[in-house]
């Protein structure tokens, strides 16, 4: 079957996380991305580890399968005019670059617009490319502390914790695709290309939905909760006699069928505990209760009673426990591939999974300069230009 989007050439000229991220999922549902990468050395995630698999970073193997690698030297014009040309016949352009700097070097979106009217050109950065902060260099962790994430993750009266995954970073790559893949749609519609820009900072905060909301109710500033869900109880981790199972109960219906689950139908009739706010107002005592109760049985007990009752509940796995999950190995989650230098390297895969144009995951993360000479030439570029070019360190190609 074809894949959604065959024929789509993507030109990545980001690195480390939020664009990569991005341009993966391009590539996953079949478009070429060919991944521009700078010279001594290239994306800087294949160099980030331990761990290493051979001499490739795992970091760098994550996040690019399914991509070809060109290697351009943008501070030579020769490497400047490579990406124009290829430019011409592409659909997408992807860059982190800091703001101005793509200008700088004539490769801004009025620069490839040029060459390109329908080009559509997608710019990733810490803060955005306007307001006061255009010009700061932005990180992960740095917006996870400006957005308010870390105000109100991991427990009440702890440190300052940030979410366990690079959340801003990843959803900043996930509204990176939504804008590129809207103003493709567009694009097909009118035939006009455009011009997106997406930010760490504002992809963070669209993560705060619940905190906001209650900010903007009430002016108050909400804290950090462990588990537990800012408008639902009982919705969080409570204990068992031998570590803590995942329990959702957030309205009235499944807490009732919670409560007889447990036997606890005095639960359900106490005025504190009779509905949501009631139980919002008093969660302590409610934990308090349940676990009391949780306690007199192990983790797997429970979780078999939960599934006769039709409680939501689950487990809280371990990296090593996910993958040996039977409902993540149904799903084809795991895909293997054959790097050359790395070996077998296993792959997350797709979570989107369309039927009637299904994505694939088909090629490793490709190794530094490999597919340089491959799409110089698709460009148009003899065997003596590409030589000439090397020799002048305007490109670099794979040993």
């Known amino acids: 079957m074809p894949e959604a989007l065959d024929g789509v050439r993507v030109l990545d000229c980001s690195q480390i996380l939020a664009g990569p991220f991005c341009s993966m999922l391009l590539a996953d549902m079949g478009a070429d991305v060919i991944k521009v990468e700078k010279p001594n050395g290239g994306d800087d995630t294949r160099r980030m580890g331990p761990p290493f698999i051979g001499e490739e970073s795992v970091a760098f193997l994550a996040m690019n399968r399914n991509k070809r690698s060109v290697v351009l030297n943008f501070k030579d ?127 963070a905060i669209a993560y705060t939905v619940w905190e906001s909301g209650s900010y903007f109710a009430t002016g108050n500033e909400p804290g950090p909760l462990g588990s537990s869900h800012r408008l639902s109880a009982p919705y969080q981790a409570l204990r068992t006699r031998d570590g803590h199972i995942n329990i959702g109960a957030p309205n009235q219906s499944n807490y009732e069928r919670f409560c007889r689950a447990l036997d606890r139908v005095n639960l359900i009739e106490r005025d504190e505990f009779k509905d949501n706010a009631s139980r919002l107002a008093n969660r302590e005592a409610l934990e308090i209760e349940l676990e009391n109760t949780l306690a007199e049985k192990t983790s797997e007990q429970w979780l078999e009673v939960m599934d006769k009752a039709g409680v939501p509940a689950g487990p809280i796995l371990t990296m090593s426990e996910v993958w040996a999950d039977e409902q993540v190995q149904a799903r084809d989650l795991d895909v293997p591939l054959e790097h050359p230098t790395a070996g077998t390297v296993r792959n997350i895969g797709l979570a989107a999974k369309l039927y009637g144009t299904p994505g694939r995951i088909t090629e490793p993360a490709p190794v530094f300069a490999q597919h340089t000479r491959e799409v110089l030439i698709e460009a148009g570029y003899t065997s003596d230009e590409i030589s000439a070019l090397v020799k002048s360190g305007a490109i670099a190609i794979a040993k």
């Open 77 to 203: 014009p020769a490497g400047v005019e490579a990406l124009k040309r290829l430019a011409k016949d592409a659909d997408i352009v992807i860059e982190n670059y800091r703001t101005g700097t793509m200008e700088r070097l004539g490769l801004g979106y009025e620069d490839l617009k040029k060459v390109n009217p329908e080009i559509i050109y997608c710019s990733i950065s810490g803060f955005g490319r306007t307001g006061p902060y255009a010009n700061r260099a932005g990180f992960d962790l740095v917006a996870q502390g400006m957005s308010g994430l870390m105000s109100f993750t991991g427990l009440p009266g702890s440190p300052p914790v940030k979410v366990g995954v690079p959340i801003a970073d990843m959803n900043a790559g996930m509204f990176a695709t939504y804008g590129i893949l809207t103003a493709y749609i567009h694009k097909l519609r009118k035939g006009e290309g455009q011009y997106l820009e997406v930010s760490l900072l504002e992809a």
